[in-house]
């Protein structure tokens, strides 16, 4: 009786254990097998808006050495809201060429004949959309497809990622930070690079200029939508460039790269911080300086007043002269002919050298030989403290009144100037 008890709860316990253990083998096989000889490079274009969406058009360049081909595909993205609008695959079409030569006589003659040959590729390449199904994880989002191509040994082909999430800003006081991360793969990567830009008029921290790829990345989506390929081959190969952008070597399979920065509508907002550092060193030379006049008793001398104003007088004529010359030089770049702009530059350069020298050098010489040795330094130190506290004030100012569509010569001056702000 024992014995036949024992066997009934075999038989119900059996057909538990086998379906435990097929879910265990399901659940395992969540990511298809690490397979060493095949390698990644990523490229990413993110485009952040100032809604803080980011828009992102990547590129998982897979190259494949195994035996076994590549025809099942699944990566997760970083983020809970995101959006897919394209998964499409690049792949080439391949043809036979000969890589070696041999002379085969007989009878009859010699003929030049082929060894060996192997597979070249054949541009343009082709562009088939992916079916997927997708998995809402804690903090991603998990897609899995099979490959319209499978990607045979020594292929390479490419897997174009287009979408759209809100998961990577955050936004306090009126400016954006933001933390990108790359899709997760089960294999090596070999390389990552992350171009960022921004849209519209916002400004991206740490560049003095915007250069937006994606556009022309979302009308080339569109028309691959419509069943017209067009330009996708060539508006592809500018995913991974961008205003700001980073690299990365050697990730481990399911490692992600990442890259944080900021940006905002207001260039002044961006930099306050920096900017408020700006003035508090002016004002501290404003104070600094008279100060230390006041300590050496400068003021009570008979011509110490008209030394500190030619200083003063002298390094706010610089500033606005250098003003005016970027102006004229940008007109001048806008409006006169090709042929004779050079011409006009190294004038006008040379002029505004002389009359700089004179403005700088002549107080202080004269000074010097009219009253003495010491009056002559005086106007020195103020030419110098005030120069740098205007040059402060007019950097600040020319940023912020800057149009982004002018000519190089005043766009050279923004973009030095927000170099020093960064």
């Known amino acids: 009786m024992k014995i036949l008890n024992l066997f009934l709860v075999l038989l119900l ?27 990644l490079n990523q490229y990413y274009t993110v485009d952040f808006d100032e809604e803080g969406d980011a828009t992102v058009a ?36 391949y043809t036979e060429d000969c890589s070696n030569w041999q002379k085969v006589c007989n009878s009859m ?14 541009w343009p390449p082709q562009y088939e959309s992916i079916n997927y199904e997708t ?4 903090n991603s989002v998990l897609y899995r497809m099979k490959l319209p191509h499978k990607i045979n040994q020594s292929e390479t082909s490419s897997i174009i990622v287009y979408y759209k999430t809100r998961s990577y800003t955050q936004k306090n006081l009126g400016i954006f930070d933001f933390n990108f991360e790359t ?29 937006n790829y994606l556009p022309e990345f979302e009308r ?30 050697s990730l481990d399979p399911m490692e992600s ?6 940006y905002a509508k207001s260039w002044l907002n961006l930099y306050r911080f920096r900017i408020f550092i700006g003035l508090l060193i002016a004002i501290g030379l404003i104070f600094g300086a008279y100060y230390a006049l006041k300590k050496l008793e400068v003021f009570e001398q008979k011509n110490a007043k008209k030394c500190i104003w030619s200083g003063i007088a002298s390094s706010l004529a610089l500033i606005i002269l250098w003003t005016l010359t970027s102006l004229f030089l940008n007109l001048i770049n806008k409006y006169a002919a090709y042929n004779v702009q050079s011409m006009i530059f190294l004038m006008v350069l040379l002029l505004i050298g002389i009359i700089s020298l004179f403005v700088m050098f002549g107080p202080i010489v004269y000074f010097g030989l009219k009253y003495g040795l010491k009056e002559a330094v005086i106007a020195t ?12 004030i007019a950097t600040i100012i020319l940023v912020l009144l800057m149009p982004s569509n002018s000519g190089p010569i005043y766009r050279y001056a923004m973009e030095t100037a927000k170099a020093v702000m960064a």
Do not use: W
């Open 13 to 39: 316990v059996l057909p538990i254990s086998l379906a435990a253990e097929e879910m265990a083998q399901t659940k395992i096989m969540a990511y298809p097998p690490y397979q060493a000889n095949t390698g």
């Open 58 to 93: 990547a590129k998982i360049e897979i190259q494949n050495f195994d035996k076994e081909g590549v025809s099942q595909l699944q990566f997760e993205i970083p983020g809970t809201n995101v959006r897919m609008i394209n998964l499409v695959q690049e792949y080439f079409l």
């Open 109 to 122: 003659g010699c003929l030049d004949q082929c060894t060996s040959y192997y597979p070249r590729q054949i």
């Open 135 to 138: 998995d809402t994880l804690s």
């Open 183 to 211: 899709i997760k793969l089960n294999y090596d990567t070999n390389s990552v690079n992350v171009g960022v830009s921004v849209s519209g008029d916002l400004h991206l921290k740490g560049t003095s200029q915007n250069v």
């Open 220 to 249: 080339a989506a569109q028309d691959f939508s419509m069943g017209k390929v067009g330009e996708m081959a060539n508006v592809v190969g500018y995913i991974g460039q961008g205003s700001y952008s980073r690299n990365a070597n």
């Open 257 to 262: 790269f990442s890259l944080t920065g900021s």
């Open 381 to 392: 130190i103020s030419f110098l403290i005030s120069l740098v506290i205007f040059g402060i």
